[in-house]
Every structure is written in C-alpha cells, then in structure tokens.
C-alpha cells in the first residue's frame, strides 16, 4: 500500500513538473539562449572555414555539442519535445477546469463569492421586490449584457457575462504552436527540399536534395526552355527569369515563366527561381562583310576556338566587355592572315562599320553576344506547409482574443431588507484588464443606482 | 531629393517635441507640452507626407515600391511609427509625461537615420514581393510598441525607486502612478506582440514564396524569434508568477534592447539574407 502511495505521489510530482509553468519560461528562456548561440557560431559551414575561425580543440568540442548544426541536434530537438510536452499538458490540466467554469457559471452572489470579488457595492431601494428585479434585468441589459434571473427563497440574483472567449485565446494560442510543430513534422517526414540547375533547353527529373546525397524522381520532368536577366540602369539585376516547361509522359502539361518571388506549381511540387549562372562557354557572333557593300558572311565564335574566313584569314574572340569605355559591349579579336603578324583589336557593337577604318578587303562586326544560362531552381514539396499555415492563422486569432477580450461577470442580488427596503447588491469580476473594468463598473453603478422603479 | 528634405523635416520636429516634453518636466509648464503634443502631430503629418512623396518619387525613377525596404527607410518608419503609437498613448492615458522618455528614441532613430545612405535604390529580385510590405510593416508597429514599453519602464523604474524613498514632489512626481506605468508597460508589450507574431509569419510566408521553406534558422529570423521568446516569457511570468512592476519593467527593457539588436545588431554583427546589411 505504501507503495502505490508513493508511486502515486511520484506520479504527481512528474505531473506538477510537466504542468508548471516554471518549467514553461525556463525552457523559453532556454530556447532563446541557445538560438543566441546558433546565430553567434555559424551554423553549416565547410569545415574550412571553422578552422579558420576557431582552435582544433574548441572545433572538437563544439563538434560534439553538436554546436555547427544546432538546431537539428538532439538537445535542440530534446528542448522542443519539452516545450511541446510542457505546452499538452499545461493544456490538459487547465482546459477542463476553463470549460467547467465557462458551463458552470455562478450565477448567484452568495456571501463567499461576494467577498472574494474586488468590485462590490451595495445600496436600498423603496419598491416591491419582483418589480425590481424586472426593473433591474432590462437595466442591465442595457448597461451591459442580458442577465439571467434566479429566485432563491426571496432572493432574487440577476447573472450577466461578456467575453466569455477571451478564456479560451489561450488555449487556441497554445494549440496553434503545436499545430504549427505538426505541419513542420509533416513537411520534413513527407516532402523534401531539392534544387536543380538547368541549361537552357535542357531538362531534368531527378532532384538532388538538400546535402546532394539523395535524389527524387518527380515522376515527370521540367525543362528550362529559355532564361533571361533585366538589369536597372546601374548594371544591377532587376529580375531574372526562367520559361520553364512540365513535361509528362511526352507531352507538355504546363508552361510558365517563373521569376524570383512568383513560383511554379505542379502536383505539390514548387520550383522557386533561386539563381543562375553562366553555363559553360558563351558564343559570339561576328559578320564580315566586303566593304563593297557585297557579300556578307556570319560566323559563331567560341572561347579559345578561332574560324576560318575563306579567302580571308584565321579570326578568334580572346575578350569581351560588357561596356568598352562607355561605347557599349565590344569585343577584342585577333585576325591571323596569312603571311602578316596577328592583330588585335576591339570591335563595338554599338558602331557596326567601325572596323572599316582598317581599309582591307573585308571588315569585320560584332552582332552579339549569345549568352547560355543554367537558371538555378529550388525545388520543394511540403505537403506540411498549409498546417503550418493553419496553426498561423489560429496563433494570432488566439493572441488577439487572449489580449483584447476580458471575461467580465456581473451580479445583482436583491433581497427584503429588515427596514422593509429591498437592499440590493452589485457586483463585478473581470479576468482581465482592471483599469478599464474600473471605468466600466463605475458606470454601471452610477446607472443601476439612477434606476427608476 | 523632397522626400529627404521632408524627413529632415521630421527630425528637427521630433528634436523640438522631445526638449518642450523634457522641459515642461523640468520647468513644469504645462503649456510647454501642449506644443510639444502640436509638434508631434506636425511631425506625424510630416512625415506621412514623406514617406507619400518618398513613395511617389520612386515610381517617378522607374523603381516603384513602397518605402520600407532598407535601412534608412525602415529606421524612418520605424520613428514614425514610434510617433503614432505615443500619440494614442498620450491621448488615452491623458499624461504628456511620457512624451520625455518616448519622443527621444523617435529622434534618435531619425538622428541615425541621417547617418544612412537615403537615396532610393532599386530592388534586388528577392524584395520584389508585396510580403515583404506587410512583413516590414507588421515587423515595425511591433517594434514601436515595445519601443513605447520600454520608455515607460524607465519611468515606472524611476518611480519606484522615488516612491521606495517616500521621496514626492519634483520631476519624478509628476510622472503617473506606478499603477498607471506598470499597466501602460504591459499594455504596449499588449500591442506590440500580436504585430510581432504577425511580423514574423509573413516573414515565414515571404520566404516560402520566395525560397520554398518558411524557417531556415537565418540570424535575422532567429533573432525575431527570440525577441518573440522574450516577450512570451514576459506575457507568462506575468499572467501566471504575478511578475508586475519592477521585475516586469526590467523584462520590458531587455526585450527592447533584443528587438535592437535584432534590428540593427544582426546585421551590424552577424551575416544573414536580410537586405539592410550593406547600408
Ligand atoms: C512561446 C510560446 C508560447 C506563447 C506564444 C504563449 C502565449 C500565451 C499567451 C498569449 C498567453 C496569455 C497571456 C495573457 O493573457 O497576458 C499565455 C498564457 C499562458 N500560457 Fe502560454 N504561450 C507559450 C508557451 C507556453 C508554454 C510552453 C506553456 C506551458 C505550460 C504555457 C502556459 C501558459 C499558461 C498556463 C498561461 C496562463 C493561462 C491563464 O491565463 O490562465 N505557455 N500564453
């Protein structure tokens, strides 16, 4: 028997643990502390670069806390379960006591209640009992919410309650952080976070994920079929841009120009335009032309390779400005003819007939650059996310009931008094926010005192 | 640019609001504070205009965007938000005392502000999003209230302290009752708060929208989040341990000097995605 006892008390003792509060702001104060820490200490960098910064030893040590990806570490993960497990069961043990009060209430002023509530008054009337208390219930109900009336043994109780909601922003608060722990469980167990670079015209199916040692097979493929950047007039990126096509079974399902902040959907799957890149070497496309007017011949041109200009000579691009000296894009070639010392110049695309000035039998221009891009995508499938939302939604309904609603009871009492008056009794509570009760009990006072019978 | 002369404007009011306020405590002119209240209210129309002109001039260079997206523009809002939120509070509690401990940091901030590169700048692509107005915006009231709770902490602070002594009269005396300023600290955090959470989950939304995750544990995000935790932490102790006055007043204080760092440490210290690191 003694054991059970104790077992019992054990039981409870864990039960008041989970329950208190004080474990609450411990573990928040906790969590804040160690998130100071992973924003000190860099989280997921290349070993490299820690031991640039930090000693061997403090590297072994803080490998060990898991200190360079904390907030996946078991400890960090330990002190959400916590804070979870703290949350439930603050919930279940309070909740049920909320809703008996809320279904249960005190709807007469007895002698305990009157004490224990911190807005009471009390005068005396001249009229008949049950006339005033008819008196007193529209007077209420227009001062403040429509009583209900209770006739104990001559003694009439008029009950009325507002914000009854307000007990419960709480709870909708703390709920809504588990649901929002829910939909992140959710999101990491059944989606996955991937990226994919594409060249333009190319396509993939099989996603790298996050860390690259894992792929997922989509199930259909995305091509880039073309991707361009806009500039601001001071060179830097104003948006960039990707046409991107689904492909499925062979045939293309979707099609849709995604740029940084405006993604593309299909089949829960998001691709996100995260960045891009040069892809691999970029052309040049050069006209010679006779400067008779007459023939003319376009070439393409690649990095470190040179053409052949029949008849002519040897042409390569060995340099390329985006703005030559404010001219505009220019690029520097050298022309090999046979028999003469290679020379270097720059033709600009801005001034087409520049190189005539060279006087030979043909001049050469430079049409363009064709650039080929990979645009970088983000991949992500969250199937978690919407709850994640929802528990959003639900925090800062909560909030705003928790803050703004007070739960504000009202009592009459009215009963003969010996002098043959009918005494009668108010009284206040409010859960929250005194100060401005204060103003309003006091101005209830004023009116069910000026009630005319 | 007119914007900038507007804000400068401002912050000459914000200056001239903050000595009457500090005067009319020390001299005990009412009258003084009344114009310090008139000036507020200039400051406000000021700077709205401001931040209208700002706006417009934007479109007229071809960015088009609304305001609030680096540093020298989110420090402006930032005051002028600050400005509002005092004179709401000036208004409900019918005290201009705390217009010497809040209109100060409204002028600091414009007085920093001016340290800043003010000249509107186009946007990378990641800003280009209207979460990020609702983000910024929500972020900044948020900030304005505990900005208005921290001023008044110092009050309630002072206070005490005086009342501790049984010593009455003079400055300190004419602030309102401890009752008043322990309720008043509470109450800003009361709307700082909910901007706050609303603050951080359209930050969560934008990112999504923008990366496709709404947490990746950047510095700026962890910071707001604990800002978050050291306010909820207030909210608890306060509700449930009966932690009011001074233990509260001094929780205010460290949630603000949170919330700055988290503002300005962040990027000042550390590195992270958020655009105000180069200015
Ligand atoms: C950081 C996450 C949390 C947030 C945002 C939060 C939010 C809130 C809010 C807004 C209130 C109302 C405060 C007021 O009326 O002034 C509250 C009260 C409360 N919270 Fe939390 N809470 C959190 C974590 C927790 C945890 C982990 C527990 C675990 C025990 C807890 C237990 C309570 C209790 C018991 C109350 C008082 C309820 C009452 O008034 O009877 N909270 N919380």
Not at chain 1, 127 to 139: H, K, N, P
Not at chain 1, 398 to 410: P, Y
Not at chain 2, 58 to 80: H, Q
Request: with cysteine; glycine share 8%.
């Amino acid at each position: 028997m003694a054991d059970a006892k104790h077992a019992e008390s054990l039981m409870d003792r864990v039960w008041k643990f989970f329950t208190s509060l004080k474990l609450a702001i411990f573990v928040i104060i906790f969590l804040a502390i160690a998130s100071i820490i992973g924003t000190v200490i860099e989280q997921n960098q290349p070993l490299e670069k820690y031991r640039q910064i930090y000693t061997d030893g403090t590297i072994r040590l803080f490998e060990k806390l898991s200190l360079f990806d904390m907030y996946h570490s078991w400890w960090f993960l330990l002190l959400l379960v916590l804070f979870t497990v703290n949350l439930i069961c603050c919930t279940v043990d309070r909740l049920p006591r909320v809703v008996r009060i809320v279904r249960n209430p005190k709807t007469t002023l007895d002698e305990n209640l009157e004490k224990s509530l911190g807005f009471v008054d009390r005068w005396k009337k001249k009229g008949e009992l049950a006339a005033l208390a008819e008196t007193y219930r529209a007077a209420m109900g227009g001062a403040f919410a429509r009583p209900r009336v209770t006739e104990n043994s001559g003694t009439f109780h008029l009950y009325a309650e507002k914000g009854v909601a307000s007990r419960f922003g709480v709870y909708v608060t703390h709920i809504s952080i588990i649901i929002i722990f829910l939909g992140a469980i959710v999101g990491n167990v059944l989606g996955f976070k991937g990226y994919a670079n594409i060249v333009e015209g190319e396509s993939v199916r099989r996603i790298p994920t996050r860390g690259g040692t894992n792929h997922v097979d989509l199930g259909f493929s995305v091509r880039c079929n073309k991707f361009w950047v806009e500039y601001y007039p001071n060179g830097q990126p104003k948006e960039y841009a990707s046409d991107l096509s689904v492909i499925e079974n062979g045939r293309e399902v979707l099609r849709k120009t995604i740029e940084v902040n405006d993604p593309l959907q299909y089949k829960g799957v998001w691709f996100y335009q995260a960045s891009y890149g040069p892809a691999g070497a970029s052309t040049v496309t050069v006209t010679v032309s006779n400067p008779d007017g007459g023939q003319r011949e376009t070439i393409s041109l690649s990095p470190g390779r040179h053409a052949e200009i029949s008849g002519y000579g040897k042409i390569s691009a060995v340099d390329y400005r985006p703005d030559f000296q404010g001219l505009g894009p220019a690029l520097l070639v050298v022309l090999e003819k046979p028999g003469t010392q290679p020379a270097q110049f720059w033709l600009l695309k801005a001034f087409p007939e520049f190189d005539r000035q060279r006087k030979d039998t043909r001049y050469l221009s430079f049409a363009g650059l064709n650039e080929i891009f990979f645009t970088g995508l983000q991949v992500a499938r969250d199937p978690g996310v919407n709850i994640v939302w929802l528990g959003c939604a639900l925090m800062v309904i909560g909030i705003i009931i928790a803050f703004f609603l007070s739960h504000q009871r009202l009592w009459i009492r009215l009963s003969r008094g010996g002098d043959g008056r009918v005494e009668v009794v108010l009284a206040g509570s409010t859960n929250k926010n005194r100060l401005a009760f204060e103003k309003k009990f006091e101005k209830i006072q004023g009116d069910m005192k000026a009630v005319k019978p | 640019m007119l914007n900038v002369r507007l804000f400068d404007l401002t912050t000459l009011l914000f200056g001239v609001a903050s000595v009457n306020y500090v005067a009319a405590l020390y001299g005990k002119k009412e009258t003084i504070a009344r114009i310090g209240t008139w000036v507020c209210i200039a400051a406000a129309i000021v700077s709205t205009a401001a931040i209208g002109v700002r706006w417009a001039e934007s479109y007229k260079m071809g960015i088009g965007r609304i305001p609030v997206t680096n540093l020298y523009e989110s420090l402006v809002f930032f005051a002028w938000s600050v400005n509002l939120f005092y004179l709401a509070v000036e208004w409900k509690y019918k005290s201009r005392t705390f217009g010497a401990f809040v209109m100060p940091i409204a002028f600091g901030t414009m007085l920093f502000a001016l340290t800043n590169e003010s000249s509107i700048q186009p946007l990378v692509p990641a800003l280009q999003s209207y979460w990020l107005h609702a983000h910024v915006i929500t972020c900044f009231v948020g900030y304005a209230g505990f900005a208005v709770s921290a001023g008044v902490a110092v009050m309630f602070l002072m206070k005490a302290k005086r009342e501790e002594r049984k010593v009455t009269g003079g400055v300190v005396g004419r602030f309102p009752s401890t009752k008043v300023l322990d309720d008043l600290v509470y109450k800003a955090i009361v709307w700082g708060f909910p901007f706050l959470t609303a603050g951080i989950i359209t930050g969560a939304a934008w990112a999504n929208y923008a990366w496709g995750t709404y947490w990746s544990w950047d510095p700026k995000e962890t910071w707001s989040l604990i800002v978050w935790l050291v306010y909820a932490a207030f909210l608890h102790a306060r509700v449930t341990r009966g932690w009011h006055g001074r233990r509260a007043a001094i929780l205010s204080i460290i949630g603000f000097l949170a919330t700055i760092f988290c503002y300005l440490g962040v990027n000042l210290v550390l590195s992270g995605l958020h655009s105000y690191g180069g200015a």
